[in-house]
Protein backbone atom coordinates (compact mmCIF):
# COMPACT_ATOMS: atom_id res chain seq x y z
CA UNK A 1 0.00 0.00 0.00
CA UNK A 2 1.00 3.82 -0.88
CA UNK A 3 1.66 5.61 2.38
CA UNK A 4 -1.17 7.84 2.95
CA UNK A 5 0.13 11.51 2.49
CA UNK A 6 -1.73 14.89 2.96
CA UNK A 7 -4.41 14.96 1.10
CA UNK A 8 -5.43 18.64 0.00
CA UNK A 9 -8.34 19.01 -2.56
CA UNK A 10 -12.18 20.11 -2.68
CA UNK A 11 -14.89 17.81 -1.13
CA UNK A 12 -17.24 16.00 -2.78
CA UNK A 13 -21.02 16.45 -0.89
CA UNK A 14 -22.73 13.77 -0.76
CA UNK A 15 -25.92 14.55 1.86
CA UNK A 16 -27.53 11.08 1.79
CA UNK A 17 -27.49 8.76 5.01
CA UNK A 18 -27.37 4.95 5.17
CA UNK A 19 -25.64 4.47 1.75
CA UNK A 20 -25.79 0.75 1.05
CA UNK A 21 -23.08 -1.16 -0.77
CA UNK A 22 -25.54 -2.19 -3.24
CA UNK A 23 -25.42 2.02 -3.91
CA UNK A 24 -21.73 2.66 -3.95
CA UNK A 25 -21.16 -0.62 -6.21
CA UNK A 26 -24.09 -2.79 -7.48
CA UNK A 27 -24.13 -6.86 -7.44
CA UNK A 28 -23.39 -7.32 -11.20
CA UNK A 29 -19.61 -6.30 -10.66
CA UNK A 30 -19.14 -8.33 -7.89
CA UNK A 31 -17.99 -11.09 -10.22
CA UNK A 32 -15.48 -8.58 -10.91
CA UNK A 33 -12.29 -9.49 -8.89
CA UNK A 34 -9.20 -7.39 -10.33
CA UNK A 35 -9.18 -4.61 -7.90
CA UNK A 36 -8.34 -2.11 -10.35
CA UNK A 37 -11.11 -0.43 -12.77
CA UNK A 38 -13.80 -0.47 -10.31
CA UNK A 39 -14.21 3.01 -10.02
CA UNK A 40 -16.28 3.30 -13.14
CA UNK A 41 -19.08 1.00 -10.98
CA UNK A 42 -19.04 3.83 -8.39
CA UNK A 43 -22.58 4.68 -7.79
CA UNK A 44 -23.24 3.20 -10.61
CA UNK A 45 -26.85 3.37 -10.46
CA UNK A 46 -27.07 7.23 -9.08
CA UNK A 47 -24.31 8.34 -12.38
CA UNK A 48 -25.38 6.27 -15.11
CA UNK A 49 -29.06 6.38 -16.79
CA UNK A 50 -30.16 3.23 -18.28
CA UNK A 51 -28.50 3.54 -21.41
CA UNK A 52 -25.39 4.38 -19.36
CA UNK A 53 -25.24 8.23 -20.35
CA UNK A 54 -24.01 10.49 -17.16
CA UNK A 55 -26.65 11.76 -14.90
CA UNK A 56 -26.65 15.70 -14.78
CA UNK A 57 -28.02 15.85 -11.59
CA UNK A 58 -25.39 13.87 -9.30
CA UNK A 59 -23.21 15.13 -8.02
CA UNK A 60 -20.27 13.34 -8.93
CA UNK A 61 -21.08 14.11 -12.78
CA UNK A 62 -20.54 17.85 -11.53
CA UNK A 63 -16.79 18.35 -13.15
CA UNK A 64 -16.09 20.84 -10.70
CA UNK A 65 -15.88 17.79 -8.48
CA UNK A 66 -13.96 15.92 -10.62
CA UNK A 67 -10.22 16.02 -8.48
CA UNK A 68 -11.94 15.50 -5.44
CA UNK A 69 -10.02 13.27 -3.07
CA UNK A 70 -12.69 13.70 -0.30
CA UNK A 71 -16.33 12.60 0.13
CA UNK A 72 -18.33 14.16 2.69
CA UNK A 73 -21.45 12.23 3.35
CA UNK A 74 -23.94 11.23 5.83
CA UNK A 75 -24.74 8.90 8.91
CA UNK A 76 -23.73 4.79 8.73
CA UNK A 77 -21.90 4.87 5.53
CA UNK A 78 -20.90 1.18 3.75
CA UNK A 79 -24.19 -0.14 5.58
CA UNK A 80 -24.97 -3.60 3.80
CA UNK A 81 -22.87 -6.18 2.70
CA UNK A 82 -19.53 -7.26 3.34
CA UNK A 83 -17.57 -6.54 -0.18
CA UNK A 84 -14.52 -4.89 -0.21
CA UNK A 85 -15.82 -4.12 -3.80
CA UNK A 86 -17.20 -1.09 -2.06
CA UNK A 87 -13.73 0.45 -1.18
CA UNK A 88 -12.00 -0.76 -4.11
CA UNK A 89 -14.42 1.22 -6.43
CA UNK A 90 -14.54 4.22 -4.01
CA UNK A 91 -10.48 4.29 -4.25
CA UNK A 92 -10.38 3.59 -7.68
CA UNK A 93 -12.60 6.67 -8.62
CA UNK A 94 -10.30 9.05 -6.54
CA UNK A 95 -11.34 9.19 -3.21
CA UNK A 96 -8.62 8.81 -0.39
CA UNK A 97 -10.98 10.39 2.68
CA UNK A 98 -14.43 9.60 3.49
CA UNK A 99 -16.24 12.11 6.37
CA UNK A 100 -19.33 11.49 8.13
CA UNK A 101 -21.27 11.00 11.20
CA UNK A 102 -20.96 7.29 11.26
CA UNK A 103 -19.46 4.54 9.39
CA UNK A 104 -20.65 0.28 9.16
CA UNK A 105 -18.46 -1.61 10.92
CA UNK A 106 -17.05 -3.94 8.11
CA UNK A 107 -17.03 -1.12 5.99
CA UNK A 108 -14.72 1.26 8.31
CA UNK A 109 -12.21 -1.70 8.21
CA UNK A 110 -12.10 -2.49 4.63
CA UNK A 111 -11.28 0.93 4.33
CA UNK A 112 -8.02 1.16 6.02
CA UNK A 113 -6.83 -2.66 4.17
CA UNK A 114 -7.12 -0.39 1.18
CA UNK A 115 -5.62 2.58 2.59
CA UNK A 116 -8.91 5.15 2.42
CA UNK A 117 -9.40 7.25 5.76
CA UNK A 118 -12.38 7.21 7.03
CA UNK A 119 -13.19 9.71 9.42
CA UNK A 120 -16.12 10.20 12.02
CA UNK A 121 -17.40 13.75 13.16
CA UNK A 122 -20.07 14.99 14.76
CA UNK A 123 -23.65 15.86 12.85
CA UNK A 124 -23.20 19.47 13.04
CA UNK A 125 -18.95 19.40 11.85
CA UNK A 126 -20.15 17.45 8.87
CA UNK A 127 -23.10 19.65 7.89
CA UNK A 128 -21.14 22.58 8.03
CA UNK A 129 -18.00 20.60 5.79
CA UNK A 130 -20.68 19.50 3.16
CA UNK A 131 -20.97 23.59 2.92
CA UNK A 132 -17.14 23.88 2.24
CA UNK A 133 -16.71 25.79 -1.17
CA UNK A 134 -12.98 25.90 -1.20
CA UNK A 135 -9.94 23.64 -0.89
CA UNK A 136 -9.21 21.91 2.59
CA UNK A 137 -6.17 20.28 3.69
CA UNK A 138 -6.64 16.61 5.82
CA UNK A 139 -3.68 16.17 8.03
CA UNK A 140 -3.71 12.63 9.50
CA UNK A 141 -0.16 12.85 10.43
CA UNK A 142 -1.51 15.84 13.01
CA UNK A 143 -4.85 14.68 12.42
CA UNK A 144 -6.32 18.01 11.72
CA UNK A 145 -8.72 18.74 8.89
CA UNK A 146 -7.87 22.68 7.76
CA UNK A 147 -10.79 24.29 5.79
CA UNK A 148 -10.49 28.70 5.00
CA UNK A 149 -11.84 29.30 8.49
CA UNK A 150 -11.00 27.00 11.20
CA UNK A 151 -8.97 23.78 11.47
CA UNK A 152 -10.82 20.15 12.96
CA UNK A 153 -9.51 18.04 15.01
CA UNK A 154 -10.15 14.31 14.37
CA UNK A 155 -9.82 10.80 16.55
CA UNK A 156 -8.39 7.90 15.11
CA UNK A 157 -7.01 4.48 16.70
CA UNK A 158 -3.19 4.70 17.03
CA UNK A 159 -2.34 1.71 14.95
CA UNK A 160 -4.46 2.19 12.49
CA UNK A 161 -2.93 5.97 12.32
CA UNK A 162 0.48 4.14 11.68
CA UNK A 163 -0.37 1.38 9.08
CA UNK A 164 -1.77 4.45 6.81
CA UNK A 165 0.89 7.00 7.41
CA UNK A 166 3.40 4.00 6.42
CA UNK A 167 1.59 2.46 3.60
CA UNK A 168 1.58 -0.95 6.04
CA UNK A 169 -0.79 -3.77 5.26
CA UNK A 170 -2.29 -5.24 7.80
CA UNK A 171 -1.53 -8.64 7.02
CA UNK A 172 2.11 -8.16 5.61
CA UNK A 173 2.95 -6.14 8.66
CA UNK A 174 2.14 -9.45 10.99
CA UNK A 175 3.87 -11.56 8.85
CA UNK A 176 6.85 -9.85 9.32
CA UNK A 177 6.54 -11.39 12.66
CA UNK A 178 6.17 -14.62 11.19
CA UNK A 179 9.17 -16.29 13.03
CA UNK A 180 7.73 -14.38 16.66
CA UNK A 181 4.32 -15.89 15.84
CA UNK A 182 5.05 -19.38 15.30
CA UNK A 183 7.31 -19.31 18.45
CA UNK A 184 4.22 -18.38 20.48
CA UNK A 185 1.70 -20.39 19.00
CA UNK A 186 4.17 -23.33 19.53
CA UNK A 187 4.79 -22.29 23.39
CA UNK A 188 1.76 -20.71 24.35
CA UNK A 189 -0.81 -22.11 26.70
CA UNK A 190 -3.95 -20.71 24.82
CA UNK A 191 -5.74 -24.50 24.73
CA UNK A 192 -5.99 -25.63 20.94
CA UNK A 193 -9.67 -25.09 19.92
CA UNK A 194 -11.47 -27.67 17.84
CA UNK B 1 -19.53 -12.22 31.88
CA UNK B 2 -21.91 -12.60 28.66
CA UNK B 3 -22.08 -14.94 26.38
CA UNK B 4 -20.32 -13.64 24.17
CA UNK B 5 -17.50 -11.92 26.46
CA UNK B 6 -16.94 -15.60 27.43
CA UNK B 7 -16.42 -16.81 24.41
CA UNK B 8 -13.92 -14.24 23.66
CA UNK B 9 -11.87 -14.45 26.72
CA UNK B 10 -12.01 -18.04 25.93
CA UNK B 11 -10.50 -17.69 22.42
CA UNK B 12 -7.69 -15.30 23.33
CA UNK B 13 -6.50 -16.85 26.42
CA UNK B 14 -7.73 -14.53 28.91
CA UNK B 15 -9.59 -14.68 32.45
CA UNK B 16 -12.01 -12.50 31.15
CA UNK B 17 -12.81 -9.84 29.06
CA UNK B 18 -14.68 -6.25 29.19
CA UNK B 19 -16.45 -4.28 26.60
CA UNK B 20 -13.81 -2.16 24.57
CA UNK B 21 -10.93 -4.53 25.22
CA UNK B 22 -9.18 -5.13 22.06
CA UNK B 23 -8.42 -9.15 22.16
CA UNK B 24 -6.02 -11.38 19.22
CA UNK B 25 -9.11 -14.35 19.03
CA UNK B 26 -8.38 -17.48 17.96
CA UNK B 27 -11.01 -18.40 14.86
CA UNK B 28 -12.38 -21.81 14.88
CA UNK B 29 -14.71 -21.91 11.76
CA UNK B 30 -13.92 -20.07 8.56
CA UNK B 31 -16.15 -19.57 5.83
CA UNK B 32 -15.67 -18.39 1.98
CA UNK B 33 -18.64 -18.40 -1.20
CA UNK B 34 -17.95 -17.61 -4.46
CA UNK B 35 -17.93 -14.02 -4.15
CA UNK B 36 -15.73 -13.95 -1.11
CA UNK B 37 -13.25 -16.36 -2.07
CA UNK B 38 -12.21 -14.85 -5.67
CA UNK B 39 -11.92 -11.50 -3.36
CA UNK B 40 -9.99 -13.75 -1.25
CA UNK B 41 -7.57 -15.23 -4.00
CA UNK B 42 -7.03 -11.83 -5.55
CA UNK B 43 -5.69 -10.62 -1.80
CA UNK B 44 -3.34 -13.68 -1.85
CA UNK B 45 -2.05 -12.92 -5.15
CA UNK B 46 -1.10 -9.50 -3.78
CA UNK B 47 0.85 -11.22 -1.04
CA UNK B 48 2.91 -13.26 -2.95
CA UNK B 49 3.52 -10.25 -5.11
CA UNK B 50 4.60 -9.12 -1.91
CA UNK B 51 6.74 -12.08 -1.45
CA UNK B 52 4.87 -13.33 1.33
CA UNK B 53 4.18 -17.00 1.74
CA UNK B 54 0.94 -17.63 0.75
CA UNK B 55 1.52 -21.47 0.01
CA UNK B 56 -0.57 -23.14 3.33
CA UNK B 57 -3.69 -22.31 5.05
CA UNK B 58 -3.79 -22.08 8.95
CA UNK B 59 -5.73 -25.42 9.28
CA UNK B 60 -7.79 -26.28 5.86
CA UNK B 61 -10.03 -28.66 7.85
CA UNK B 62 -11.38 -25.58 9.68
CA UNK B 63 -12.52 -23.87 6.03
CA UNK B 64 -15.42 -24.57 4.33
CA UNK B 65 -16.49 -22.88 0.53
CA UNK B 66 -20.04 -22.59 -0.62
CA UNK B 67 -21.16 -22.13 -3.93
CA UNK B 68 -24.09 -20.03 -3.74
CA UNK B 69 -24.46 -16.42 -4.79
CA UNK B 70 -23.81 -17.08 -8.80
CA UNK B 71 -24.67 -20.71 -9.00
CA UNK B 72 -25.98 -21.64 -11.16
CA UNK B 73 -23.77 -19.87 -13.62
CA UNK B 74 -25.56 -17.35 -15.91
CA UNK B 75 -22.73 -16.44 -17.60
CA UNK B 76 -18.65 -17.39 -18.28
CA UNK B 77 -17.58 -14.88 -15.47
CA UNK B 78 -19.43 -16.70 -12.55
CA UNK B 79 -18.12 -19.94 -14.13
CA UNK B 80 -15.01 -18.73 -14.25
CA UNK B 81 -15.19 -17.69 -10.67
CA UNK B 82 -16.52 -21.44 -9.66
CA UNK B 83 -13.55 -22.81 -11.44
CA UNK B 84 -11.36 -20.26 -9.78
CA UNK B 85 -13.04 -21.50 -6.19
CA UNK B 86 -12.26 -25.42 -6.94
CA UNK B 87 -8.73 -24.90 -8.01
CA UNK B 88 -8.11 -22.79 -4.89
CA UNK B 89 -9.61 -25.73 -2.77
CA UNK B 90 -7.77 -27.87 -4.30
CA UNK B 91 -4.68 -25.88 -3.93
CA UNK B 92 -5.14 -25.87 0.00
CA UNK B 93 -6.33 -28.91 0.92
CA UNK B 94 -9.84 -27.52 1.73
CA UNK B 95 -12.14 -30.92 1.80
CA UNK B 96 -15.50 -28.72 3.16
CA UNK B 97 -16.34 -27.76 -0.24
CA UNK B 98 -20.24 -27.78 -1.16
CA UNK B 99 -20.18 -27.65 -4.75
CA UNK B 100 -23.41 -26.73 -6.70
CA UNK B 101 -24.64 -30.22 -8.53
CA UNK B 102 -22.79 -32.37 -6.15
CA UNK B 103 -25.43 -33.80 -3.51
CA UNK B 104 -25.20 -31.13 -0.47
CA UNK B 105 -24.98 -27.70 -1.39
CA UNK B 106 -26.09 -24.12 -0.65
CA UNK B 107 -26.36 -20.87 0.59
CA UNK B 108 -22.87 -20.35 2.95
CA UNK B 109 -25.69 -19.42 6.05
CA UNK B 110 -27.64 -22.24 6.06
CA UNK B 111 -24.97 -24.86 5.28
CA UNK B 112 -23.61 -23.45 8.55
CA UNK B 113 -26.50 -25.12 10.51
CA UNK B 114 -27.62 -27.85 8.40
CA UNK B 115 -24.32 -29.79 8.08
CA UNK B 116 -23.37 -28.47 11.92
CA UNK B 117 -20.63 -26.90 10.48
CA UNK B 118 -20.06 -24.51 13.47
CA UNK B 119 -20.52 -25.43 17.38
CA UNK B 120 -22.17 -22.88 20.25
CA UNK B 121 -18.86 -21.33 21.96
CA UNK B 122 -16.97 -21.40 18.63
CA UNK B 123 -15.56 -18.35 17.02
CA UNK B 124 -16.67 -18.20 13.31
CA UNK B 125 -15.84 -15.61 10.66
CA UNK B 126 -16.88 -15.45 7.03
CA UNK B 127 -16.55 -13.73 4.01
CA UNK B 128 -20.32 -12.65 4.29
CA UNK B 129 -22.37 -9.91 5.83
CA UNK B 130 -25.04 -12.35 7.02
CA UNK B 131 -22.81 -14.69 9.31
CA UNK B 132 -24.18 -13.25 12.04
CA UNK B 133 -26.48 -15.81 11.68
CA UNK B 134 -24.86 -18.45 12.58
CA UNK B 135 -25.09 -17.02 15.96
CA UNK B 136 -28.31 -18.68 16.76
CA UNK B 137 -26.41 -21.29 17.62
CA UNK B 138 -24.48 -19.83 20.39
CA UNK B 139 -21.33 -19.12 18.91
CA UNK B 140 -19.83 -16.01 18.29
CA UNK B 141 -19.91 -15.50 14.50
CA UNK B 142 -19.73 -12.26 12.39
CA UNK B 143 -18.72 -11.46 8.51
CA UNK B 144 -15.12 -9.79 7.52
CA UNK B 145 -14.16 -8.45 4.60
CA UNK B 146 -11.99 -10.42 2.00
CA UNK B 147 -8.77 -8.82 3.51
CA UNK B 148 -9.48 -10.08 6.76
CA UNK B 149 -10.70 -13.15 5.62
CA UNK B 150 -7.11 -13.93 3.69
CA UNK B 151 -5.49 -12.54 7.23
CA UNK B 152 -7.77 -15.48 8.94
CA UNK B 153 -6.80 -17.90 6.35
CA UNK B 154 -2.91 -17.24 6.99
CA UNK B 155 -2.96 -17.26 10.40
CA UNK B 156 -5.87 -18.50 12.01
CA UNK B 157 -6.83 -15.49 14.60
CA UNK B 158 -7.62 -11.69 14.27
CA UNK B 159 -8.48 -8.98 16.30
CA UNK B 160 -11.53 -7.77 17.79
CA UNK B 161 -12.96 -5.35 20.03
CA UNK B 162 -14.91 -7.01 22.58
CA UNK B 163 -18.90 -5.39 22.03
CA UNK B 164 -20.47 -4.16 24.08
CA UNK B 165 -24.38 -6.57 24.34
CA UNK B 166 -27.78 -5.34 23.88
CA UNK B 167 -30.04 -7.88 25.44
CA UNK B 168 -33.41 -8.49 24.15
CA UNK B 169 -35.67 -9.96 26.43
CA UNK B 170 -38.27 -12.06 24.46
CA UNK B 171 -41.33 -13.16 26.22
CA UNK B 172 -44.12 -14.80 25.37
CA UNK B 173 -45.33 -17.11 22.54
CA UNK B 174 -45.58 -16.41 19.09
CA UNK B 175 -48.85 -16.33 17.63
CA UNK B 176 -49.89 -18.99 14.96
CA UNK B 177 -49.39 -16.08 12.23
CA UNK B 178 -46.50 -14.37 13.92
CA UNK B 179 -42.94 -15.23 13.09
CA UNK B 180 -39.76 -14.67 13.91
CA UNK B 181 -39.20 -12.17 10.95
CA UNK B 182 -41.66 -10.02 12.25
CA UNK B 183 -40.16 -9.82 15.71
CA UNK B 184 -36.84 -8.97 14.21
CA UNK B 185 -38.19 -6.63 11.52
CA UNK B 186 -39.64 -4.82 14.68
CA UNK B 187 -36.73 -4.33 15.96
CA UNK B 188 -35.01 -2.69 12.81
CA UNK B 189 -38.02 -0.52 12.54
CA UNK B 190 -37.91 0.18 16.21
CA UNK B 191 -33.35 0.90 16.77
CA UNK B 192 -32.67 1.48 12.85
CA UNK B 193 -30.62 0.10 10.42
CA UNK B 194 -27.47 1.20 12.41
CA UNK B 195 -29.14 1.04 16.01
CA UNK B 196 -26.97 -1.87 16.97
CA UNK B 197 -23.90 -1.07 15.44
CA UNK B 198 -20.73 -2.73 16.53
CA UNK B 199 -23.15 -4.49 19.28
CA UNK B 200 -24.56 -7.56 19.83
CA UNK B 201 -27.51 -8.32 19.45
CA UNK B 202 -28.29 -11.01 22.28
CA UNK B 203 -31.94 -12.83 22.22
CA UNK B 204 -32.41 -14.48 25.65
CA UNK B 205 -35.88 -14.50 27.65
CA UNK B 206 -39.22 -17.27 27.33
CA UNK B 207 -40.20 -16.22 24.04
CA UNK B 208 -36.80 -17.20 23.18
CA UNK B 209 -36.56 -20.70 25.19
CA UNK B 210 -39.77 -21.15 23.41
CA UNK B 211 -38.38 -20.96 19.53
CA UNK B 212 -37.03 -23.58 17.56
CA UNK B 213 -33.84 -23.09 16.59
CA UNK B 214 -34.84 -21.92 13.04
CA UNK B 215 -36.53 -19.48 14.01
CA UNK B 216 -33.56 -17.66 16.08
CA UNK B 217 -31.49 -18.57 12.89
CA UNK B 218 -33.96 -15.65 11.34
CA UNK B 219 -33.51 -13.50 14.37
CA UNK B 220 -29.78 -13.48 14.36
CA UNK B 221 -29.71 -13.59 10.61
CA UNK B 222 -31.29 -9.72 9.99
CA UNK B 223 -29.02 -8.50 13.15
CA UNK B 224 -26.90 -7.49 10.12
CA UNK B 225 -29.74 -4.87 9.09
CA UNK B 226 -29.17 -3.29 12.59
CA UNK B 227 -25.83 -2.60 11.85
CA UNK B 228 -24.96 -5.25 14.56
CA UNK B 229 -21.41 -6.97 15.01
CA UNK B 230 -23.14 -9.97 15.92
CA UNK B 231 -26.64 -11.41 16.77
CA UNK B 232 -26.27 -14.60 19.54
CA UNK B 233 -29.22 -16.68 20.95
CA UNK B 234 -28.64 -18.02 24.36
CA UNK B 235 -28.22 -21.78 23.41
CA UNK B 236 -29.96 -24.67 25.22
CA UNK B 237 -31.06 -28.54 24.81
CA UNK B 238 -33.16 -27.48 21.47
CA UNK B 239 -29.39 -26.60 19.96
CA UNK B 240 -27.81 -29.77 21.38
CA UNK B 241 -30.61 -31.73 19.56
CA UNK B 242 -30.56 -29.80 16.13
CA UNK B 243 -26.64 -30.09 16.09
CA UNK B 244 -26.88 -33.96 17.10
CA UNK B 245 -29.48 -35.09 14.56
CA UNK B 246 -27.00 -33.52 11.97
CA UNK B 247 -24.14 -35.44 12.85
CA UNK B 248 -22.43 -33.49 15.54
CA UNK B 249 -21.23 -34.79 19.01
CA UNK B 250 -20.08 -33.76 22.09
CA UNK B 251 -21.97 -30.34 21.69
CA UNK B 252 -20.87 -27.88 24.78
CA UNK B 253 -22.83 -25.39 25.71
CA UNK B 254 -21.51 -22.03 26.66
CA UNK B 255 -24.16 -19.41 28.70
CA UNK B 256 -23.76 -16.15 30.51
CA UNK B 257 -23.06 -16.05 33.89
CA UNK B 258 -26.12 -15.13 36.64
CA UNK B 259 -24.25 -11.82 36.91
CA UNK B 260 -23.36 -10.94 33.55
CA UNK B 261 -24.14 -7.25 32.38
CA UNK B 262 -25.62 -5.66 29.43
CA UNK B 263 -25.15 -2.08 27.87
CA UNK B 264 -28.97 -2.11 27.06
CA UNK B 265 -31.83 -4.24 27.85
CA UNK B 266 -34.91 -4.45 25.71
CA UNK B 267 -38.57 -5.80 26.48
CA UNK B 268 -40.44 -7.53 23.93
CA UNK B 269 -44.13 -9.31 24.18
CA UNK B 270 -44.68 -11.94 21.39
CA UNK B 271 -48.47 -12.36 22.26
CA UNK B 272 -49.04 -8.70 21.19
CA UNK B 273 -46.99 -9.16 18.22
CA UNK B 274 -48.73 -8.79 14.28
CA UNK B 275 -47.78 -9.58 10.94
CA UNK B 276 -44.99 -6.92 9.71
CA UNK B 277 -43.53 -5.65 6.64
CA UNK B 278 -40.57 -3.48 5.75
CA UNK B 279 -41.60 -0.94 2.84
CA UNK B 280 -39.08 0.17 0.19
CA UNK B 281 -35.91 1.13 0.48
CA UNK B 282 -35.00 0.20 3.84
CA UNK B 283 -35.52 -2.87 6.38
CA UNK B 284 -36.41 -0.14 9.06
CA UNK B 285 -39.13 1.65 7.34
CA UNK B 286 -41.62 -0.56 8.48
CA UNK B 287 -45.46 -1.16 9.11
CA UNK B 288 -47.82 -3.91 10.35
CA UNK B 289 -49.45 -6.03 8.03
CA UNK B 290 -52.75 -4.67 7.97
CA UNK B 291 -51.73 -0.50 7.31
CA UNK B 292 -49.54 -1.86 4.57
CA UNK B 293 -50.50 0.34 1.09
CA UNK B 294 -52.54 -0.83 -1.07
CA UNK B 295 -50.32 -2.10 -3.89
CA UNK B 296 -50.63 -4.61 -7.37
CA UNK B 297 -47.48 -7.28 -6.24
CA UNK B 298 -46.05 -8.54 -9.26
CA UNK B 299 -44.05 -11.36 -7.70
CA UNK B 300 -43.58 -13.52 -4.28
CA UNK B 301 -40.09 -14.64 -3.59
CA UNK B 302 -39.61 -17.10 -0.96
CA UNK B 303 -35.66 -17.64 -0.69
CA UNK B 304 -32.59 -16.88 0.98
CA UNK B 305 -30.92 -17.40 4.20
CA UNK B 306 -33.43 -15.68 6.40
CA UNK B 307 -36.53 -17.09 4.89
CA UNK B 308 -35.60 -20.59 3.15
CA UNK B 309 -35.23 -22.45 5.75
CA UNK B 310 -37.60 -25.52 6.48
CA UNK B 311 -39.75 -24.13 9.15
CA UNK B 312 -40.16 -21.63 6.84
CA UNK B 313 -41.30 -23.57 3.77
CA UNK B 314 -43.48 -25.10 6.35
CA UNK B 315 -44.88 -22.22 6.95
CA UNK B 316 -45.57 -21.21 3.26
CA UNK B 317 -47.21 -24.95 2.58
CA UNK B 318 -49.81 -23.92 5.19
CA UNK B 319 -51.01 -21.23 3.42
CA UNK B 320 -50.78 -22.07 -0.02
CA UNK B 321 -52.33 -26.17 0.94
CA UNK B 322 -55.26 -26.38 -1.27
CA UNK B 323 -54.90 -22.74 -2.88
CA UNK B 324 -53.46 -21.40 -6.06
CA UNK B 325 -51.14 -18.35 -6.57
CA UNK B 326 -52.21 -15.26 -8.35
CA UNK B 327 -48.99 -13.61 -8.88
CA UNK B 328 -45.48 -14.94 -10.26
CA UNK B 329 -44.17 -16.84 -7.09
CA UNK B 330 -40.73 -18.58 -6.82
CA UNK B 331 -39.50 -20.95 -3.83
CA UNK B 332 -36.08 -21.69 -3.79
CA UNK B 333 -34.84 -23.95 -0.53
CA UNK B 334 -32.23 -22.83 0.82
CA UNK B 335 -30.11 -26.18 1.05
CA UNK B 336 -30.63 -29.22 -0.83
CA UNK B 337 -31.00 -31.30 2.59
CA UNK B 338 -34.10 -28.68 2.81
CA UNK B 339 -35.46 -29.39 -0.83
CA UNK B 340 -34.94 -32.97 0.10
CA UNK B 341 -37.09 -32.88 3.43
CA UNK B 342 -39.80 -30.77 1.27
CA UNK B 343 -39.55 -33.56 -1.13
CA UNK B 344 -40.04 -36.43 1.51
CA UNK B 345 -42.37 -34.89 3.47
CA UNK B 346 -45.74 -33.75 0.24
CA UNK B 347 -44.35 -29.88 0.69
CA UNK B 348 -42.91 -29.95 -3.21
CA UNK B 349 -46.32 -31.00 -4.43
CA UNK B 350 -48.14 -28.31 -2.56
CA UNK B 351 -45.68 -25.37 -4.21
CA UNK B 352 -46.41 -26.93 -7.88
CA UNK B 353 -50.11 -27.64 -7.21
CA UNK B 354 -50.84 -23.89 -6.17
CA UNK B 355 -48.62 -22.92 -9.40
CA UNK B 356 -45.01 -21.73 -7.85
CA UNK B 357 -41.60 -22.53 -9.45
CA UNK B 358 -39.27 -24.08 -7.19
CA UNK B 359 -35.61 -23.54 -7.78
CA UNK B 360 -32.64 -24.72 -7.12
CA UNK B 361 -30.72 -23.89 -3.78
CA UNK B 362 -29.07 -20.54 -4.39
CA UNK B 363 -28.86 -16.46 -3.18
CA UNK B 364 -30.16 -15.62 -6.90
CA UNK B 365 -32.50 -12.61 -6.99
CA UNK B 366 -32.32 -11.87 -3.16
CA UNK B 367 -29.30 -10.11 -4.31
CA UNK B 368 -30.55 -9.00 -7.52
CA UNK B 369 -27.59 -11.57 -9.33
CA UNK B 370 -30.08 -13.89 -11.46
CA UNK B 371 -32.91 -16.32 -11.15
CA UNK B 372 -35.40 -14.57 -11.42
CA UNK B 373 -34.73 -10.66 -10.84
CA UNK B 374 -36.98 -7.80 -10.96
CA UNK B 375 -38.24 -5.40 -14.01
CA UNK B 376 -38.86 -2.11 -14.02
CA UNK B 377 -41.51 -1.11 -11.75
CA UNK B 378 -42.18 -4.42 -10.48
CA UNK B 379 -42.96 -4.55 -7.32
CA UNK B 380 -42.03 -7.75 -4.80
CA UNK B 381 -43.06 -9.51 -1.68
CA UNK B 382 -40.22 -10.96 -0.05
CA UNK B 383 -39.01 -13.88 2.62
CA UNK B 384 -35.53 -11.72 2.21
CA UNK B 385 -33.30 -9.46 4.11
CA UNK B 386 -32.47 -6.31 2.42
CA UNK B 387 -34.81 -4.05 0.07
CA UNK B 388 -32.13 -1.07 -0.58
CA UNK B 389 -33.08 0.26 -4.34
CA UNK B 390 -32.18 -2.33 -6.74
CA UNK B 391 -30.99 -4.39 -4.66
CA UNK B 392 -33.39 -7.62 -6.19
CA UNK B 393 -33.03 -6.07 -9.58
CA UNK B 394 -33.94 -2.88 -11.80
CA UNK B 395 -33.30 0.18 -9.87
CA UNK B 396 -36.80 1.14 -10.09
CA UNK B 397 -38.31 -2.25 -8.66
CA UNK B 398 -39.45 -2.51 -5.14
CA UNK B 399 -39.58 -4.72 -2.94
CA UNK B 400 -41.31 -5.27 0.53
CA UNK B 401 -39.84 -7.82 3.06
CA UNK B 402 -41.98 -9.87 5.15
CA UNK B 403 -41.99 -13.08 6.84
CA UNK B 404 -42.94 -16.50 5.04
CA UNK B 405 -46.28 -16.76 6.33
CA UNK B 406 -47.06 -13.07 4.81
CA UNK B 407 -45.81 -13.85 1.53
CA UNK B 408 -47.62 -16.66 0.82
CA UNK B 409 -50.67 -15.14 1.77
CA UNK B 410 -49.65 -12.23 -0.88
CA UNK B 411 -49.06 -14.52 -3.34
CA UNK B 412 -52.63 -15.82 -3.10
CA UNK B 413 -54.07 -12.68 -2.77
CA UNK B 414 -51.52 -10.53 -5.33
CA UNK B 415 -51.34 -7.65 -2.66
CA UNK B 416 -50.00 -7.85 0.85
CA UNK B 417 -52.37 -9.91 3.02
CA UNK B 418 -52.04 -10.36 6.51
CA UNK B 419 -52.29 -14.29 6.87
CA UNK B 420 -55.52 -14.05 9.14
CA UNK B 421 -57.01 -12.30 6.45
CA UNK B 422 -56.76 -14.92 3.74
CA UNK B 423 -60.28 -16.40 2.95
Known sequence: ?194 | MNIVEKILARASGKSSVSPDDVVFANVDKVMLHDVSGPGVIKVFDKLKNQGISVDKLWDPSKVWVAEDHFVPSAEKVSAENIVKLSNFTKKYGIEKHFKYGMGQYGICHTLSHEEALVMPGDVYVGGDSHTNTTGALGAFACGLGHTDVAYVLLNGNIWFKVPETYYFKINGKLPDHVMAKDLILKIIGDMGTDGGAYRTMQFGGSGVDDMSVESRLTLCNMTTEAGAKNGIAEPDQKVIDYLSSRGATNVNLVNGDDDAEYAKIFEYELSEMEPIIAKPFSPANTTVVREAPSVELDKSYIGSCTGAKYEDLEAVARILKGRKVKIRTEILPAAISIYQRAMENGLLKIFLDAGVTVGPPTCGACCGAHMGVLAKDEICISTTNRNFPGRMGHIESQTYLSSPLVAAASAVTGKITDPRDLK
Open chain 1, 1 to 194: MEPFKKVISIITPLDKVNVDTDQIVPKQFLKLIHKSGFGKFLFYNWRYDVNENLKSDFVLNDSKYDNSKILVTGDNFGCGSSREHAVWSLQDYGFSVIIAPSFADIFFSNCFKNGILPISLNQKTVEKLQQELDTIEVDLEKQIIKTSSEDISFKIDSYKKKILLEGLDDIAQTLQFEEKISKFERESKVPSVL
